[in-house]
DNA sequence: ATTAAAAGCCAC
DNA sequence: AAACGTGGCTTTTAAT
């Protein structure tokens, strides 16, 4: 019956089921792919916290089954009914209402319906729906992995996979230097930070943690070889021999993506670490014979949503260049004069957008505001925003949690009249630490927010690019196995597995989803989203 | 024996 | 440049 629809329908309907984790992949797994899908889990998440939804008052709309609701597993089918098992043993429970997907849908037409913003709630419901059929996809097709370089990677790093139990042949080597070093028995063990630091002292190294960037200020013949070992060691436990066993099956590795997982709306990942493989791994990314990606990341992508958020023209314009065309903004922030170089400019952004006052971020702040007073005004009140306890939004309409009952008392205590220096210093750093992150908020979801459409949009257009004409290799499942498919996202980044043949196709389609997200969010305003794009049969080789 | 917290490093 | 935002994950160590 979906099939059908999805192949004749003139206009595409819009699925709407309660998680798309749930029915999405035997849908894939009978080769049907969906071209349009509504959320309710995702988007009742959304709507119940948003300020701008007109959501229901909580005491006409009390807490029910839609909230707190976990995603269903893609990896462990048994695993969904098991919970329910679970409470029945521990005993009674609250009853809690079936939940009702029908009345649950018409609560939110309501909810976005009565908002003064209803035009981007829909968008922003419409992209995370998108963005939870692009993450089963891409659980299904994989990331192309391969096995053996990964182990040579390895073998060349830490030396052959030593028998289980034992340390690779130069992790031993480096923990003899160790010991050496620091005079220390024969059986110190490096993994042990307490005995470690206990040796360290015994030695007079001077350390009061084992944290790298303490570790390389000191000046002592054991901090080379230390760092090293915790190089590779972080390597072997991360991202060793055991981790390409767990993860990597038929060359392919499946981590599932948590669409929403972060509080700022950004996708996490659960599994493998999909959003943290580190550079020296990425060497076994290898695309499939007669394929090749595309990999894409968008430039500068924060400071640049800032500017149309902040509706910042002279922001916009230093990352638009001369002809028009998108530039590195931080090279354009150095050519407007505004700070003398390219690493200033960068820290100085970051530092506004993650609250940094310190160093040479909080030296060029100054020189910033002047030059870009809309959006430094922007995070500013966005941070005193949180400061007041309040709740503030993003572009979209997601909005930040209110802070939580710890919060509260610790600034109930500094009103106290026996509070003390230490109770309002307490209240003061609980109350900075909050606008922080309120600050950072608003720039990080709104950039999950274009993200989001561009990959909407990319999976559209990779869809209706169709099939190749002949594709070589059978490794790549149904209903994507001649066709581009997206197989990593990792926030302001894509990688695309695609029949060699079709690659500068499949370029193009990028640059104008990139440019369709900037027109989704921010309308004519005129603040471009360049990306910097590599074709590559090797995911290290393509920055 | 199992769970939780802390320390640390990876990614953006 | 400095240690300021969001996370996941592994290991050791402390707590229950």
Redesign the pocket.
């Known amino acids: 019956m979906v099939r059908e629809a999805e192949a004749t329908s003139a206009v595409w309907p819009r699925w709407t089921w309660d998680d798309t984790n749930r029915w999405y992949p035997a849908l894939l797994a009978a080769g049907v792919r969906i071209e349009r899908a509504y959320d309710l889990r995702l988007a009742h998440r959304i709507l119940r916290q948003s300020a701008l939804a007109a959501w229901p008052a909580p005491e006409e709309e009390p807490p029910g089954p839609w909230d707190g609701m976990p995603p269903a597993s893609l990896a462990d089918d048994a695993a969904r009914d098991e919970p329910a098992t679970l409470f029945a043993a521990l005993g009674p429970v609250e009853m809690v209402p079936e939940p009702d997907p029908v009345s649950e849908l018409q609560v939110h037409s309501a909810a976005v319906a009565g908002s003064s913003a209803a035009g981007r709630l829909r968008l922003l419901l419409a992209a995370e729906s998108a963005g939870a059929l692009a993450a089963v996809e891409m659980y299904r097709a994989g990331l192309p992995w391969r096995a053996d370089v990964h182990d040579a990677v390895l073998t060349e790093i830490l030396g052959p996979r030593p028998r289980a139990g034992e340390r690779p042949a130069r992790l031993e080597d480096l923990a003899d230097r160790i010991r050496d070093a620091l005079d220390a028995a024969p059986d110190l063990?490096p993994?042990?930070?307490?005995?470690?630091?206990k040796a360290m002292d015994l030695a007079g190294v001077g350390a009061r943690?084992?944290?790298?960037?303490?570790?390389?200020r000191l000046d002592h013949p054991v901090i080379e070889p230390l760092?090293e070992y915790?190089?590779l060691?972080?390597?072997?436990?991360?991202n060793?021999w055991?981790?390409l066993d767990?993860w990597v099956r038929d060359g392919r590795f499946r981590?599932?993506y948590?669409v929403g997982?972060?509080?700022?709306g950004?996708w996490?990942?659960?599994?493998?670490?999909?959003?943290?493989?580190?550079?020296?791994v990425r060497r076994a990314v290898v695309a499939d014979p007669g394929w090749t990606f595309v990999v894409a990341?968008?430039a500068q992508?924060e400071p640049r949503v800032l500017a149309g958020m902040a509706a910042d023209e002279a922001m916009a314009a230093a990352g638009r260049g001369a002809d028009g065309r998108g530039v590195d903004m931080y090279a354009g922030i150095v050519a407007s004069g505004v700070v003398a170089t390219r690493?200033?400019a960068?820290?100085g952004m970051?530092?506004a957008?993650?609250?940094?006052?310190?160093?040479?971020?909080?030296q060029v702040l100054p020189r910033l505001a002047k030059a870009f007073p809309r959006s430094l005004a922007f995070v500013d009140e966005a941070a005193q925003a949180g400061e007041r306890g309040e709740v503030v939004t993003t572009h979209l309409g997601r909005s930040s949690p209110p802070p939580g009952a710890t919060w509260q008392e610790v600034q109930a205590g500094a009103y106290q009249d026996d509070a003390g220096d230490s109770d309002t210093a307490r209240a003061r750093s609980y109350t900075r630490?909050w606008g922080?992150?309120t600050?950072?908020?608003v720039v990080?979801g709104t950039a999950a927010e274009w993200a989001m459409c561009w990959t909407a949009s990319i999976r559209r257009r990779l869809w209706a690019l169709g099939q190749a004409p002949d594709v070589p290799d059978g490794r790549v499942p149904e209903p994507f196995a001649a066709r581009a498919h997206l197989v990593l996202f990792?926030?302001?980044?894509v990688v695309i597995h695609t029949p060699a043949a079709m690659a500068e196709a499949v370029a193009d389609e990028v640059r104008a989803a990139a440019a369709e997200a900037g027109r989704l969010l921010f309308g004519d305003f005129p603040v471009q989203f360049p990306l910097s794009i590599a074709v590559a049969d090797c995911y290290a080789e393509a920055k």
């Open positions: 063990n993994d042990s930070p307490g005995d470690l630091l943690n084992l944290r790298k960037w303490e570790l390389e760092l915790k190089s060691y972080r390597l072997l436990t991360a060793g055991a981790w767990e981590s599932e948590v997982g972060v509080v700022t950004r996490a990942s659960s599994g493998g670490g999909a959003l943290q493989l580190p550079k020296n990341d968008a992508l690493e200033l960068k820290v970051l530092g957008m993650y609250g940094g006052t310190t160093g040479s971020s909080g630490s922080r992150f600050r950072n908020f990080q990792l926030h302001d980044e």
